[in-house]
């Protein structure tokens, strides 16, 4: 006797399954010599993948095909068939905490974007996202207000961690999180404002004469262009005072933006003199143990603090002396590749930067010296 394939749902090129919404489900009739034992017909969840639906339908219609032809009187029982044969599903929270451990990102950042994705389309296994659920992802950034940066930071993010997946678990499909069209791109971007020189001198001496830890990180950021996270961070060990050097490097506690963030700066002597009262207030291992957690580096903090002191002043952020400074840079005609070497930008443009040492910290004083404000 044949065995027919019941069509009363949604048409599928798989033998015995029909689908339902994005569902695939095992559904055959059973010859009446055998329905007092399985019933009528016999109906089983799949996956919403295809290419799982069309082995789970096969293996499971191949063993009651096999039971049947025998006249064996034992049932096949159809959960255990499935399970035996079904992949390990692994989800996308389990395999985003493995991406961070094994490619040693920033785990608050890249969480963000995780809890982002989880919030719209849930904890799944990682092959059954699609493109309809990126595109959820982006209607949910855009609702809360994300500018269009902030939008593709975590499209980036979540695509990584799915070409992991992908990679690791031996999956061969197209990233649903890929290329994604962000409308209005860039143009919401605001162009961030810069100091003047009179207003770095008037904030260096208003910090220098403050009796809080905070207001000292202007004139560090203003006088060595680093980023914020990478002087919050800092161990008193990367401090040396005599030869006037600071060393940028990750340590357990604060990882760096990129590989070309770690080096060595010449210090002006505004930035000697805002370490030394910094390290008055440091502890045994870190020039800001109040920022130090045991879970990692609270840069995030201080950022909020720094930036009410300058906005109340001047209207500007904190990451607006980076900004400044590469300004002043380029103004005492400092080579680019130099200028990317003393603030840890990655040089796109030169490539020949990347062969090489690079300039000494001495070679590198002579330029820093051209901007110093004293």
């Not at 993010?157 to 890929?178: C, G, K, M, V, W």
């Not at 290329?179 to 100091?195: N, W």
């Not at 840069?299 to 002396?321: E, F, Y």
Request: glycine letters at 6%; hydrophobic letters at 35%; a positive charge.
């Amino acid at each position: 006797m044949g065995y027919i394939l019941d069509t009363s749902n949604s048409q599928s090129s798989i033998p015995h399954t029909v689908i339902r919404g994005r569902t695939y489900y095992f559904q055959m009739r059973v010859p009446k010599q055998h329905q007092q034992v399985y019933g009528q017909s016999i109906r089983a969840r799949l996956s919403e993948c295809e290419d799982e639906a069309r082995n789970l339908a096969t293996h499971l219609s191949h063993l009651l095909k096999q039971s049947w032809q025998s006249n064996t009187k034992v049932k096949v029982c159809i959960d255990q068939a499935l399970r035996s044969v079904r992949p390990v599903k692994v989800t996308f929270a389990a395999i985003a905490d493995e991406y961070i451990i094994t490619r040693q990102v920033d785990h608050k950042s890249s969480m963000v974007a995780v809890r982002a994705l989880l919030t719209v389309a849930g904890d799944r296994a990682v092959e059954s996202y699609k493109r309809d659920d990126a595109r959820a992802l982006m209607a949910h950034l855009q609702s809360v207000g994300n500018k269009t940066a902030t939008i593709r930071r975590r499209f980036n993010t979540i695509s990584a961690i799915l070409n992991f997946a992908y990679q690791e678990l031996e999956i061969d499909r197209r990233n649903p999180f890929a290329k994604m069209t962000i409308i209005g791109e860039g143009l919401d971007a605001a162009k961030r404002g810069t100091f003047t020189e009179q207003e770095l001198r008037d904030g260096y001496q208003q910090s220098m004469n403050s009796m809080t830890g905070i207001p000292l990180l202007f004139p560090m950021l203003g006088e060595t262009g680093c980023r914020l996270a990478e002087i919050v961070g800092l161990r008193v060990g990367d401090v040396e005072l005599d030869d006037r050097v600071l060393h940028i490097r990750p340590n357990d506690k604060r990882r760096l933006k990129t590989t070309g963030s770690e080096r060595s700066l010449p210090l002006t002597q505004t930035a000697c003199f805002a370490l030394t009262k910094a390290l008055q207030h440091s502890d045994d291992e870190w020039v800001f143990p109040r920022y130090i957690k045991e879970d990692g580096c609270y840069a995030t903090h201080a950022s909020n603090a720094l930036a009410k002191w300058t906005k109340r002043r001047w209207g500007l952020t904190a990451h607006s002396l980076r900004h400044t400074f590469r300004d002043r840079l380029r103004a005492a005609e400092v080579p680019l590749e130099a200028i990317d070497q003393i603030g840890g930008w990655s040089s796109v443009s030169n490539i020949g930067s990347k062969y090489g040492q690079g300039y000494s910290v001495e070679h590198l004083r002579q330029y820093m010296d051209r901007i110093a404000i004293t």
